[in-house]
């Protein structure tokens, strides 16, 4: 099947050609989109990007559901269906997202990245290599972003601030859907998260169902 401009679905004229599978084998749909970046305003463009890669992936999954009476057990695409929001909605219809979380957090300048610091869930704080605990208030930014801080007292005495931070404390943010990423990550090792991945490069698709 393809995608026409009205986010409805036609079926390929010729399937003993078509990249979605042979007639024999469980129907698959995919999703392409073409996106064209401003280098002035890449930020915004980029951001645009992700809420209409998001809107037309759950028009599509509720479209295929509401004209077949299907929905699909997995779905597999590129980094740009891995931000959280799309994740959850996911997880929460029952649908395995076989999706490289979108992450930003690594640092490559020889500093602690978040992963190096642990989330205590039970008493909400993270713990960072030096021992010390990063606190939040609570409030959240941007609709899905929390941030934890370390005091100041604690870095300023830390043998380890050189490799964490040059700012007087330090902070790492977390998503308030970060159970559901840290879900979607585990299943990057598996093996049909391996072969869903790939089947969605041969279909030179970002997006497979």
């Not at 995919?30 to 037309?56: C, G, M």
């Not at 979380?101 to 500093?111: I, L, N, Q």
């Not at 943010?173 to 559901?180: H, I, N, P, Q, Y």
Request: net charge positive; hydrophobic share 35%.
């Amino acid at each position: 099947m393809s995608k026409d401009k009205d986010l409805g679905f036609r079926r390929s004229p010729r399937p003993e050609q078509s990249d979605q599978g042979a007639p024999d084998q469980p129907a698959k749909v995919a999703h392409r989109q073409r996106v064209s970046l401003d280098s002035r305003s890449r930020s915004a463009v980029l951001s645009l990007r992700y809420e209409q890669e998001i809107a037309i992936t759950q028009t599509m999954v509720e479209r295929v559901e509401r004209r077949f009476d299907l929905r699909p057990e997995q779905l597999a695409g590129d980094t740009v269906y891995g931000v959280a929001r799309l994740l959850k909605w996911l997880v929460d219809r029952k649908i395995t997202p076989h999706v490289p979380v979108w992450d930003k957090s690594a640092r490559h300048d020889d500093t602690f990245s978040r992963a190096d610091f642990v989330f205590d869930q039970e008493r909400n704080v993270y713990i960072c290599p030096g021992g010390a605990e990063l606190t939040s208030t609570g409030r959240i930014d941007q609709g899905h972003i929390v941030y934890y801080r370390a005091n100041k007292h604690d870095c300023s005495a830390c043998s380890l601030k050189p490799r964490c931070t040059t700012a007087a404390m330090r902070k790492v943010t977390r998503d308030v859907d970060e159970e559901v990423r840290d879900r979607v990550r585990a299943l990057a090792n598996t093996k049909p998260f391996s072969s869903h991945a790939a089947s969605a490069r041969r279909s030179r698709c970002g997006l497979l169902i």
